[in-house]
């Protein structure tokens, strides 16, 4: 179990942790009116994510409840997404960029999350949606000449598609065009080196801020 200082967002990891939805969904709103940051809502959802996994993992929760704590997230992101549209400053349009979960994965709340947040920055999203083809992320790299690609990977056995994805745009000459960045809860620096992507993050508020330095927008 993880210990957050703050009362109540301690209840609120605990509440998504035992996949309390109402309780969870009320204290969402209650952080929300007591001003605390949307992003921070966020991460407490996301570590309480963690820990659910980490039950599946050692067999204490089974799909069901994982399918759960899906539904119950996607309704906490429905409630923080205004407010996390609020959080960016979309002064200017600063880039375009293709998104998309890499083939053999279907995971789609954090890239939807990063998504939202890359768009309230100001940049141009083109989502290609869940278990993407290599040849998929080539074809929208051609269509849209994006000056970033990003992959979300949350399932280590997909970590081949990142791979054959990033070999498909070097065959194409595309690699040289576009920076390429990794993101979701299963990718880390062993994979970004072993493809040589330009950078990686847990975090989508990270992601943004790469994202923006890759088109130099700090
Ligand atoms: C909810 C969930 C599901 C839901 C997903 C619903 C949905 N629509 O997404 C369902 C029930 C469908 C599911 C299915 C499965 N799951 Co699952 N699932 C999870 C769980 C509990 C939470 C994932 C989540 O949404 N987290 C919250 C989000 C907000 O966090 P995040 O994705 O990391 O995103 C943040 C950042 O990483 C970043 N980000 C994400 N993407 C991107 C992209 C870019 C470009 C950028 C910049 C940033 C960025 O932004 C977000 C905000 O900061 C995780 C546990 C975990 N540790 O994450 C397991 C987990 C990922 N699942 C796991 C498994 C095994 C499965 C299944 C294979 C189970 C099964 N036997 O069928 C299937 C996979 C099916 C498939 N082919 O994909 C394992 C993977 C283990 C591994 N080492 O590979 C995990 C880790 C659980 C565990 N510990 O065992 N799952």
């Known amino acids: 179990m993880y210990f ?5 967002k301690q209840q609120l990891y605990n509440a998504m942790v035992e996949l309390e939805e109402e309780k969870v969904i009320t204290l969402v709103k209650k952080a929300l009116e007591n001003g605390e940051d949307p992003y921070s809502i966020l991460e407490v959802c996301r570590k309480a994510m963690s820990e659910v996994g980490d039950r599946f993992e050692r067999g204490e929760y089974f799909l069901n409840e994982l399918v759960i704590a899906g539904e119950i997230f996607k309704t906490v992101s429905e ?19 293709v998104i998309g979960t890499v083939e053999g994965d279907v995971h789609d709340i954090g890239k939807n999350i990063a998504r939202t947040m890359l768009e309230a920055h100001g940049f141009i999203v083109y989502d290609l949606g869940v278990d993407v ?3 998929k992320f080539v074809e929208a790299v051609k269509k849209y000449n994006p000056e970033i690609v990003g992959m979300s ?6 970590w081949t598609s990142i791979e054959e994805t990033v070999k498909k745009l070097e065959k194409e000459k595309l690699r040289d065009k576009v920076r390429i960045i990794l993101g979701g809860a299963m990718v880390n620096e062993r ?11 847990n975090d989508a508020k990270k992601g943004v801020d790469i994202c923006k330095s890759f088109v130099g927008a700090e």
Do not use: Q
């Not at 957050?4 to 109540?8: L, N, Q, V």
């Not at 990977?153 to 997909?158: E, G, N, Q, Y």
């Open 191 to 201: 994979i970004a080196e072993k493809v040589g992507a330009d950078a990686w993050t």
């Open 153 to 158: 990977c949350l399932i280590t056995s997909a």
């Open 133 to 135: 083809p290599p040849e």
């Open 79 to 97: 409630i923080l997404n205004p407010e996390l549209k609020k959080y960016g400053k979309r002064e200017r349009e600063l880039g375009r960029m």
């Open 4 to 8: 957050i200082g703050d009362k109540m």
